[in-house]
């Protein structure tokens, strides 16, 4: 991250801006665009249509590939080139696949949260998976959910995760007697139902809440939420699980495999995912989502709102995906869900016809980021929640890519391209 408030830089280029970043002629830069390497979005009012800053950055590294193997690398590093292989999860139109599965089918199926984990674990799916079992809360995290508490750990939810996967992983004894165990799909069921407990950091009564003999995760963070134990509050539930437990290398999933390749433990892969996660542009994402959004929105002054920033070349927080440039699918199933629901309120029909305007007017689409805000505000839950939902059905990911990453073997340790500093002067003979 350059700057804190890099939510506020310019995000989009004019036609002329784009053509000097890429060194092309116009119908180059159309044609760019129709072959879906750069995205535009329309302005209001204008012909003239702007240009994505990181996909016009993205292409431009494409085109140094010519000079040789590092700026190929460079670019990897910023949603480019596949940099190497998983078997975990592809990326497709219709979204993630997990092991071969799309996400979107296992929703749909009615599979469990802990049938799809067992899925990226194992490479099989049972769709009858039995119950994990449960473990009682140690005294240790009992202790340390009581200082958290009166940290307001509500406030920085993914950090009070983290501590608590690092406790539990101390709890197992020294490292080398951790790793020598092996026995790291035990550990990872105990670190999610921890994760589950602490989830009850954001509900109503703001402490811990251990997860009861039984209890499904699904079941636990609703208890934990303090939610109305509803059928369409449990299905929306399990599809954010599902469709958020994996999605190739984003930042917490790239620390994972780092930490693990270094011979990190489950338990420091998973807290140093969490850590990434935390960041302004990634967990803290769904808070510029709820910034934009507001309190009791209506479509007018949405619209107003996004075309303000596009006027002022920023973007729309919670729309357009790299990944998918006709929209991203994981957004498109959830909302479907929220907008079906019973009774919908006054809020989710505006943000509704909010969205099917950008959808028409400028051709922005949803991305997960908003569907889980969305999702979180029909259920009721706390903004704070959100992220907590996304990393604890990423963590089923974390793990299975901890797994691939200690099979691998390899150490990961890029090299660094030394540049002078621009405030060092230029000695004289």
Known sequence: MDHPDKALRRDYASAAEAMKILNVRQQTLYAYVSRGWIRSVAQQGQKGKLYLRDDLTRVGMRSLARSGHGPVAAAAMNWGEPIFPTSITEITEQGPRYRGHLAADLVRSGASFESVAELLWTGEFNDKAPAW????????LITLAQTLTSLQAQGNVLESFALAVLLLGMRRGPVAERL??????????EIMQTVVACCGFVGPAQTLRPMQRGESVVEGLMHALAMPVTAENREALRAVLILMADHELPPGTLSARVVASAGGTLHSCLASALCATSGVDVGRMYERVEDFLGQAPTKPVL????????????????FDHPLYPKGDPRAAQLLEMV???????RELRAIARFIDEMRTSVGLLPRQELALVVTARAMGLPRQATAALFVLGRLAGWVAHVQEQRADGTLMRPRAKFVKPKSESTPTA
């Open 133 to 140: 079992p449960v473990r009682k809360p140690s005294a240790e």
């Open 303 to 318: 619209v107003k709102r996004a075309h303000k920033l596009h006027a002022q070349g920023q973007s729309v927080p919670g």
């Open 339 to 345: 907008f079906a629901r019973q009774s919908p309120s």
């Open 180 to 189: 020598s165990q092996g026995k790291t799909l035990p550990a990872a069921r």
